[in-house]
């Protein structure tokens, strides 16, 4: 009886998927044709071109064979990859109002429930409200690092990775909801991450079968092939807890008189609420999402960075030693940087674009989606196509970013030909770049910065005190991050440890 029931199920999803394949064959109106790419394969298409492990090396070599766009065909999707500066201006910028939409996965927004997140949200009014309300709080907001990050680096350096964790949950969730995280095991902080993962694996294109054929998504948790529901379910929860709960607990503050300012409270005073009024209340929804989405994207945004910051410095310790020089010129021996000295630490800032350049957070970024068929320098581009931009590829451009674009060079930002990683592709394209740029690269200027006025950081040592290389790999998915890596973190001089001391005093 099993096994006729997995046939029966096997005979329906060939039956879906022919179905599928050839209500998603779009022919191109007569003298166009499809962007060049891997020639498809009858019935699945490009199936078995799209990568699963290393995926920004595949989207090198397409770019290299094909040119400034990439045309495949995944089981009737047509997916468009834009490779090169000219290309993402005209679609992203000019044409912004077809290449604005987001792709509607029954995976992330139907299973996961994702669909409240605005850096996923289709273009329309509703996406432009929680814009407009995180754009009004943090346009210019400047966050700043926690000393208490130094001292739990002074203390327990072998720990590095989890501090960053737990740094970047206590900025974000006191700036966003006025919650102090506990010390350790934070369970809203832990209950991020676990959203990360989940986002790191539905985000993929083409990893979850249910995204190329939807129907999929109304079959039982116990039908042969259907473990996604059952994952989907369990990551469905997360989520939910982490925009409802910590956004409940400011509400709560809030409602008992607190007077603790943060971004949840600040725009709930400003609406003074009335829960009859249907309208306030669609804007109390704008805030929590809008907060979640916050708590989430500067969670993985800041982690990351800082991993491939202090990867960089141990590969790099000519660069450091340069960094330290300016930071000690200009501050002396008695106090850690501010963020109104930027303008003064020319060279970390350039250490902070490079970071941004030499290993971008996520290789494709946020896809975008056709909101109607187009034709760009003679292809056609079918409605409903979703589109890439090939970050680290744009990243990498040597014609933009100079020879070497390869190897940790942070110099090469004092050239004035030279684009701004922080405001032109790292955080997105178009109107749907992540309008917390600013408070993004404010923080990792201030957190790079004091990390280097108190620390050194260098290969790891055995029990003998012995250096020995550093050993690394790169994730595979939809975040480009190192792997934790082991790594020697010591304070500079006594005379830094006195200042960790003092600023903690």
């Avoid at 022919?27 to 699963?52: A, H, Q, V, Y």
């Avoid at 501010?338 to 003064?344: C, H, N, T």
């Amino acid at each position: 009886m099993a096994v006729f029931s997995q046939l029966i199920a096997f005979g329906c999803l060939l039956a879906a998927l022919y179905f599928k394949v050839f209500k998603g064959r779009r022919i191109p109106p007569r003298g166009l044709k499809f962007p060049p790419g891997p020639s498809p394969k009858p019935l699945i298409g490009n199936l078995l071109d799209f990568p699963m492990a290393r995926e920004w090396e595949t989207y090198h070599e397409w770019a290299q064979q094909y040119g400034e766009l990439v045309h495949i065909n995944v089981l009737g999707k047509h997916m468009l990859f834009v490779n090169s500066w000219r290309m993402a201006y005209e679609l992203f910028d000019k044409r912004s109002s077809i290449y604005s939409d987001r792709p509607t996965t029954p995976m992330m927004h139907d299973l996961m429930g994702f669909g409240w997140a605005f850096v996923f949200q289709p273009y329309g009014e509703w996406w432009r409200r929680h814009r407009k309300a995180m754009h009004d709080q943090f346009h210019r907001s400047v966050v700043s690092a926690k000393r208490e990050l130094l001292r739990r680096l002074n203390k327990s350096p072998e720990d590095y990775d989890a501090h960053l964790h737990w740094l970047t949950g206590a900025i974000i969730m006191e700036m966003t909801y006025g919650i102090q995280v506990k010390p350790n095991h934070d369970p809203y902080v832990e209950n991020a991450e676990t959203v990360l993962v989940a986002i790191a694996e539905a985000g993929i294109p083409g990893r979850f079968l249910v995204d190329t054929l939807p129907f999929l998504k109304y079959v039982p948790e116990w039908f042969p092939g259907a473990g996604f529901k059952r994952k989907a379910r369990r990551w469905r929860q997360a989520i939910s807890d982490m925009v409802d709960l910590p956004f409940e607990a400011a509400r709560a503050k809030l409602e008992a008189g607190s007077t603790d300012a943060c971004f949840v409270t600040k725009l709930l005073e400003d609406l003074s609420l009335h829960k009859s009024d249907p309208i306030k209340e669609d804007e109390v929804t704008v805030i929590k999402n809008t907060a979640g989405t916050m708590f989430l994207g500067g969670a993985d945004t800041t982690v990351s960075a800082m991993r491939a910051f202090l990867l960089a410095m141990v590969l790099h310790p000519e660069v450091q030693r340069k960094a330290q020089k300016e930071l000690d010129d200009f501050l002396g021996p008695g106090r850690l940087p501010e963020i109104e000295d930027m303008d003064q630490l020319p060279y970390i800032v350039a250490i902070a674009k490079e970071t941004l350049r030499w290993r971008p957070l996520a290789p494709l970024g946020v896809p975008h989606c056709t909101s109607q068929e187009d034709i760009v320098d003679g292809y056609y581009i079918p409605k409903g196509t979703i589109v890439f931009g090939n970050i680290v590829e744009l990243l990498h451009n040597e014609e933009h970013f100079g020879p070497d674009t390869d190897k940790f060079i942070p110099e090469r930002h004092f050239h004035p030909d030279v684009r701004d990683p922080a405001t032109t592709g790292a955080f997105g394209f178009g109107r749907r770049a992540c309008p917390g740029n600013t408070m993004a690269f404010n923080s990792l200027f201030i957190v790079f910065a004091s990390i280097l006025k108190v620390f050194n950081i260098s290969n790891p040592r055995d029990e003998n005190e012995k250096e020995f290389p550093v050993e690394y790999d790169w994730t595979s998915g939809f975040f480009f991050v190192p792997t934790p890596f082991k790594c020697t973190i010591k304070p500079r001089s006594e005379e830094a440890e006195r200042l960790l001391l003092y600023q903690n005093n």
